[in-house]
């Protein structure tokens, strides 16, 4: 899937559920290089072996 040239997204979540969320759909879209931060420890390295 070819995705248009950006550099990058800024969001803002109220929960760590809603970052997993987030994170989750776009990796479903085909994007692969994500990068994501918390001050809660979150386990997103399952994202993509579901």
Do not use: N, W
Request: charged share 25%; aromatic share 14%.
């Amino acid at each position: 899937m070819k995705h248009p040239s950006v550099f990058g997204y800024l969001a803002e979540f109220e929960t760590p559920t809603e970052l997993v969320e987030a994170a989750e759909k776009v990796y479903a879209e085909g994007y692969r290089k994500i990068d994501t931060y918390s001050p809660f420890q979150l386990l997103l390295c399952s994202i993509g072996s579901r």
